[in-house]
């Protein structure tokens, strides 16, 4: 058995994945990310604080742990350096202790103007988190984009934005107008140059040695590029093998993929979503499960758990084990409900997940519906102290995806937790 494991996002991101990379990091050296950049917002309570983690992996709040950003990865040098300022009082990373990798491409202000423009001028908008995260990947993908490793050499750095100007008007028109944003990406540069190496080969010889190692997702799986609702997705592949890819890890070296989900389902921005509730149950969700973007504090569409979309996701992702995340949240409702599968006015039942948004959006879900439970499932640990209307929540969760449910999650603290494994 090798001591490699991924944790995904298995709905439209937002699932807790900061919570338990925290706890699973316990056991960790070493945790990555490998994806996304300032869009993602991970959020760890701990001794009472809150913290909220956009690029730093959540595992740094662990003093024995090395934390990696990896290829796939787009960095906001300057945001960066905030969010290690932000969390200094408790963490204090050291460059053996986090590894930016050279190979992952940086956002410039030009990537965020683009974003923010294109959202604005469209008549169909994404519902970007605005952070320049799309143009940067759009970028890379054009042989057009700055590494971190030539953005932290003032002369790799500097060549970079007089090709970009030389050869595009508008980015030339736009750097000349924007002192402030150009200077602070310079800036962050001296900053950051400290903790930029090969962090896939530190990452491989790590494995080598037999570490453990834990590879933490943004995101969601139905928000990647490829298998997600597109056009309504993220720039890159929030999936187990993504993370592969941005490690430059073969995929036989991983033994565990951890499916997270909420026992409900959240979505941030546009795009059809079958289970989305806009009623009393939606206002409940939304109001005890505190759904609001980490990030950007937008407010998150709810709805009820979508087994169509979760079976794909595990599927997509091969996950041999789920973490079912925020069961608390379902406490006082009176009677839950789950999509089995969906009905289509044309098309009649659907049970394997569309990837057509204009049929995904007439999609009905037909629901198996349970009892709820009123008593509040106490951190206690143990799965038998949970109510035994969450027990049979779980048990049919597991029946009607196939996997297993490790590990649940019954508050927003470390200790709220039971964990099966
Ligand atoms: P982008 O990643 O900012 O380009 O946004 C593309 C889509 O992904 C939008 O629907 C965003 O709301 C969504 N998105 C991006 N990051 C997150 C996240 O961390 N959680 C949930 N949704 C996200």
Redesign the pocket.
């Known amino acids: 058995m090798s001591n490699v494991s991924i944790l995904i996002g298995a709905q ?3 699932e807790g994945k900061g919570k338990w990379v925290d706890i699973l990091s316990e056991k960790a050296d070493i945790v990555a990310r490998f994806q ?1 950049g300032n ?3 991970h959020t760890v309570h701990i001794d009472g604080r809150k913290f909220v983690l956009h690029q730093i992996p959540s595992g740094v709040f662990r003093p024995h742990l090395k934390s990696a950003i990896a290829a796939g990865v787009v960095v906001n040098p300057s945001q960066l350096l905030s969010e290690l300022g932000e969390i200094k009082t408790i963490a204090t990373p050291t460059p053996d202790k986090l590894w930016l990798s050279a190979r992952a491409h940086v956002i410039t202000p030009w990537h965020i103007h683009l ?1 923010e423009r294109q959202e604005s001028r469209t008549q169909q908008p ?6 320049g ?2 143009p940067a990947y759009a970028d890379k993908a054009s042989r057009l984009g700055l590494r971190l490793g030539q953005y932290v050499d003032d002369r790799t750095r500097d060549k970079w934005v007089q090709k970009m100007a030389s050869e595009n008007e508008a980015f030339k028109a736009f750097w000349s107008t924007n002192p402030a944003a150009v200077e602070m990406f310079h800036s962050a540069a001296s900053g950051i140059k400290p903790f930029v190496c090969d962090a896939e080969a530190r990452l491989r010889k790590a494995v080598r040695e037999g570490k453990q190692l834990l590879i933490e997702g ?3 799986t139905m ?1 990647d590029l490829d298998h997600g609702t597109y056009p ?4 890159n592949s929030p999936t187990s093998g993504g993370a592969c890819a941005s490690l430059g890890l073969g995929p036989k070296t991983v033994s565990r993929i951890y499916g997270i989900t909420k026992a409900y389902v959240t ?5 059809p979503m079958p289970t989305e509730l806009k009623d009393d149950v939606g206002a409940h969700l939304s109001k005890v499960g505190n759904e609001f ?4 504090r ?1 407010p998150r569409r709810c709805g009820w758990l979508d087994m169509v979309a979760l079976r794909y996701a595990i599927a997509i992702n091969g996950c041999d084990r789920l973490i079912l995340n925020k069961i608390d949240v379902l406490t006082g409702l009176s009677e839950l409900k789950i999509a089995v599968s969906y009905r289509h006015p044309q098309l009649g039942t659907i049970e394997d997940f569309p990837w057509e948004p204009e049929v995904l959006k007439d999609c009905v879900p037909v629901y198996e519906t349970l009892a709820g439970w009123t008593d509040q499932p106490q951190a206690s640990g143990r799965f038998e102290g949970l109510p035994k209307g969450v027990r049979h929540y779980i048990s049919t969760v597991e029946r009607l995806s196939g996997v297993r449910v490790t590990m649940i999650g019954t508050g927003v603290g470390r200790e709220d937790a039971v964990i099966l494994e």
């Open positions: 439209w991101g937002d996304g869009n993602a917002g974003d994404i519902g970007t988190t605005k952070r995260i799309g943004a995101q969601g928000l309504f997705v993220t720039s979505r941030v921005g546009e795009g973007g980490a990030t950007t937008r």
